[in-house]
């Protein structure tokens, strides 16, 4: 497993952006798939957005697609989420996950094996 930090929460009004960062420590970082969840009051945690290890593979939610891009840094061990055109339906609190390979199941939180403490995001209207 590796052990991740988000950072890069915050407030934000309607129309805005963020770029949360979640550094990973472990040798093998580099090999591993990397996503984002996020987790509203009330509500069961859902999928955001995934990258495999390469880059050359990433999936998004459909509520995200075209605001939120993922992207990953493997010299810094650090994957990203860029969100623009920010909505107050998108606050949640958000959660980097890693597993061993890219899931099939992505979207299922029981297909990745390592989580984030996670990172307040509020988007005001």
């Known amino acids: 497993q590796v052990q991740l930090v988000e950072s890069g929460g915050g407030l934000v009004q309607a129309g805005g952006s963020l770029r949360l960062s979640c550094a990973a420590s472990g040798r093998t970082f580099g090999f591993y798939a990397m996503g984002w969840f996020r987790q509203s009051p009330g509500k069961e945690r859902e999928f955001v957005t995934a990258?495999?290890?390469?880059?050359?593979?990433?999936d998004y939610a459909d509520p995200v697609k075209g605001r939120f891009t993922i992207s990953r840094d493997g010299a810094k061990n650090t994957v990203y989420l860029q969100m623009n055109s920010l909505k107050p339906e998108d606050t949640a609190v958000y959660y980097c996950?890693?597993?061993?390979?890219?899931?099939?199941?992505?979207?299922?939180?029981?297909?990745?094996?390592?989580w984030g403490q996670g990172t307040q995001v509020t988007v005001s209207s």
């Open positions: 990258v495999n290890w390469s880059g050359g593979r990433t």
């Open positions: 996950t890693a597993g061993a390979s890219y899931p099939s199941t992505y979207d299922d939180t029981e297909s990745w094996s390592s």
